[in-house]
């Protein structure tokens, strides 16, 4: 490929080649995480919506606005939604997609065709449970528990059930793809402790993907075998145990906590190096970390049985494992904070977003510990302390980490500038209304606010009603982003190669990166995050 | 696959069209070791997938061992057996249509993928006959007057033909996937794709067969053979 002039137009893949069909039957990684971006911004809109309802109707203390088999359906929707068709695929189908195989100097992932077939699949997951949706919704809850699931209910459970199951191919073949592609696909020099750490929470996260979630697919398939040919394998009825369906739906749904969360560290652990201009400090403990957080993540799934009639020695053994997870989760909040020390410390948007991650994240995760602990967790169990907790992970963690990655990486995927004002604004916004939404729910729910219910007694409402609002405000946040970034695709000033002075491979190629990434498979004699090595480039506002 | 870019900079890429080096690969070695690596870890999924039907297996019958004894006694113990021989048969004949690919030998690989799929088919058809069997003797949990009616074992025995038909159906459902990868292979090898340099897909879809045999070994003994070496 010969350097074109600057002025000319050079060739990126966003302008390889133009039509429906070439972005449908795309190879290109960078592409199919586009498709991706498209893909989950709608399933959250649709998640955020059901949210958005379940809030209106906790306005009040009477269930005035929706019968409660509605509100029912409406928390199993919000959950399946968000969980299985936002969450696990956020950050890793899209970011992930995109700058892996850039990270590493490759020119796509091991597998493009697989790539694709895995984004095909989550449509076609999101198709049955749209259909659920649309042709009378679901109230199993988004965990399925039987007997209920397979017995009782009467909703559209086996079309949900059959999304999330080939959902769950498209997760499995994401992790597959990114374990192959990192042990097989790095550029000359990459070595393992040169990757950044991006690379290795998503190699920890495709672990997961790859060991977990083929257990809940067989355990929705012996569900789907229950409803459709009224086999019996957990049904009491019979002698069956429908605890063994807790463990087994567990497994992987404790596991897929980390899904989550772990990619949403990666982002954390990029921003914060490249707004201090430091090295993650400690890179292998960050590095190991991660990997520990896979292991023990798998050991721990117990604390989700602790009053299911789990055994009491299990409970006991797993509410001891699950607090070994603090411990290299605390090692990352700390190395990110030991590496803003003496640091050149820039408040760039994306930085905002990981300053929000870091707290709420460690909000989320010290709440953990309180529902690990066995007596504690009787108290808050089936309450809002537990949705607090989680959404503290999730939202204030995960969607933190996914928002600030977009912001930081926008500029390289697009070619253009965000408006930096509206963006900061928005990130402050976002971070006000989460915490006025689930900080009551903490109260809430240790003065024994259930979850799941429509209808609560007059003392709980100031709490509702300020938890209310804070969903409103953190609805506009979330819009804000939406506007601004459609609006910076023709409007933003152009950002150049390296806007930010990042150090990682995918800043040492154009903006927006050509087809194959680089001109020229890079050679790495660096170690990562090594800003000695770094030109960065001026914003330039005439590209418009 | 396009070919027009440019990036085979590393000479020894362009020997020959069979080898089929894709664009994202430098080199072919790193190509098959990707192809290998990737099966592998699919397969270690698969473990996974059919692991936890294992594992409710193992919890019932370690619960109710006198039910899964009795009605693990009710299976048809030589249909069982034939149907483990023809897949042992099975993965010898894809073992040596797999070394044919490593020798390039054309017809051999065809020969030998016909035959083993003949076998997939032959395990297919025996099974659905034993499953038919399975609907004329009432020992379909779903329908009435279902084995050992009448008594307070019932439920039990329903949770044994419950599993035996979940893991041997989703055992089946991998054996027609793995006979239309062979197809798939066939029609490639008699497009001339494979080459002693290039014959990766045939090794893998070597790999699949062998692990869904595998599964059936464990499934034949967990399934026909509990209690069979007491005297009756």
């Known amino acids: ?544 | 696959m396009d070919t027009s870019s440019t990036h085979l900079e590393t000479g020894a890429a362009h020997e020959a069209e069979t080898l089929a080096l894709r664009e994202q690969f430098d080199t072919e070695e790193q190509q098959r070791d990707a192809a290998t690596l990737g099966m592998w870890v699919f397969l270690i999924t698969e473990i996974l997938f059919f692991g936890g039907a294992f594992l409710a297996y193992t919890i019932y019958r370690s619960s109710y061992p006198a039910v899964f004894g009795l009605a693990s006694s009710s299976l048809n113990l030589p249909i069982g057996a034939t149907n483990t021989c023809v897949l042992l048969l099975s993965s010898f004949t894809m073992v040596m249509a797999v070394r044919a690919g490593q020798l390039g030998q054309r017809k051999a690989i065809i020969i030998f993928l016909i035959i083993t799929m003949f076998f997939g088919l032959a395990f297919l058809g025996i099974k659905a006959y034993e499953w038919t069997e399975k609907f004329e003797e009432h020992h379909v949990p779903a329908l009435s007057n279902f084995f050992l009616e009448g008594t307070s074992l019932q439920g039990q025995a329903k949770i044994f033909f419950s599993l035996y038909f979940a893991m041997t159906g989703l055992h089946a459902l991998h054996m027609v996937v793995g006979v239309g990868i062979l197809l798939f292979i066939i029609w490639k090898t008699s497009q001339g794709t494979y080459s002693p340099e290039y014959y990766t897909p045939i090794d893998i879809a070597g790999l699949y067969w062998h692990f869904v045999d595998l599964v059936w070994i464990f499934l034949f003994p967990l399934f026909y053979l509990i209690d069979r070496h007491l005297p009756r």
């Open chain 1, 1 to 544: 490929m010969a350097t074109a002039a600057i002025t000319a137009e050079r060739e990126t893949y966003l302008n390889s080649a133009y039509g429906l069909k070439s972005w449908l039957l795309t190879k290109d990684h960078k592409r199919i995480a586009v498709l991706y971006f498209i893909t989950i911004s709608i399933f959250f809109a649709i998640g955020g919506t059901f949210a958005g309802l379940i809030r209106l109707e906790l306005l009040t203390p009477e269930g005035d606005l929706v019968s409660s088999e509605t509100y029912n359906k409406l928390f199993t929707m919000h959950g399946v939604i968000m969980v299985f068709f936002f969450l696990i695929p956020s950050i890793p189908a899209t970011l992930g997609n995109f700058f892996l195989p850039m990270m590493i100097g490759a020119r796509d992932l091991a597998f493009p065709r697989i790539n694709l077939l895995s984004w095909y699949l989550l449509i076609a997951g999101g198709a049955f449970a749209i259909f659920a949706m649309v042709a009378g919704g679901v109230d199993t809850g988004w965990t399925f528990y039987t007997p209920y699931s397979t017995s009782y209910s009467t909703t559209y459970v086996i079309a949900t059930a059959l999304g999330i199951f080939i959902a769950g191919f498209s997760s499995i073949l994401t992790g597959l793809n990114f374990v192959v592609t990192v042990h097989r696909m790095r550029a000359p020099g990459m070595t393992w402790f040169r990757l950044p750490l991006f690379v290795w929470s998503h190699y920890a996260t495709s672990l997961i993907q790859v060991l977990g979630t083929p257990v809940i697919a067989v355990t929705l398939f012996l569900v789907l075998c229950e409803r459709l040919f009224h086999l019996g394998i957990f049904d009491p009825a019979l002698g069956g145990d429908p605890v063994l369906f807790q463990h087994l739906f567990w497994f992987y749904s404790h596991p897929a906590v980390y899904i989550m969360v772990l990619p949403g560290m990666a982002v954390i652990s990029e921003i914060v190096s490249t707004f201090s201009r430091k090295p993650v400090y400690g890179y292998a403990f960050v590095a190991f970390s991660s990997m520990a957080i896979a292991v023990i993540g798998f050991l721990v799934w117990g604390h989700h049985l602790f009053v299911s009639g789990q055994s009491l020695y299990a409970g006991l053994v797993f509410s001891f494992l699950s607090y070994f997870v603090a411990i290299p989760s605390a090692v990352k909040v700390f190395n990110w904070t030991a590496t803003l020390y003496r640091g050149s410390i820039s408040y760039d948007t994306p930085m905002l977003y990981a300053f929000g991650f870091i707290g709420l994240f460690t909000i989320g995760g010290l709440t953990g510990l309180f529902v690990a602990s066995l007596g504690m967790d009787v108290h808050v169990t089936d309450t809002y302390f537990v949705i607090a907790h989680f959404h503290y992970v999730m939202v204030g963690g995960t969607i933190m980490a996914y928002l600030g990655g977009v912001h930081y990486w926008w500029p390289k995927m697009t070619g253009r500038m965000y408006p930096e004002g509206f963006a900061k604004l928005s990130a402050l916004v976002i971070f006000i209304g989460f915490n006025l939404t689930f900080f009551p729910q903490f109260i809430l729910g240790y003065l024994g606010m259930p979850r799941r219910y429509h209808e609560y007694s007059q003392e709980f409402q100031l709490l509702h009603v300020l938890s209310s609002a804070g969903a409103s405000v953190l609805a506009v946040g979330y819009i804000m982003p939406a506007i601004y970034f459609l609006w910076s695709l023709r409007y933003g000033p152009v950002a150049g190669a390296n806007p930010w002075g990042a150090s990682g491979l995918e800043w040492r190629t154009p903006s927006p990166p050509p087809t194959h990434n680089f001109d020229r498979i890079p050679v790495v004699t660096f170690d990562a995050y090594d800003y000695s090595t770094v030109i960065p480039t001026e914003v330039n506002d005439v590209g418009h």
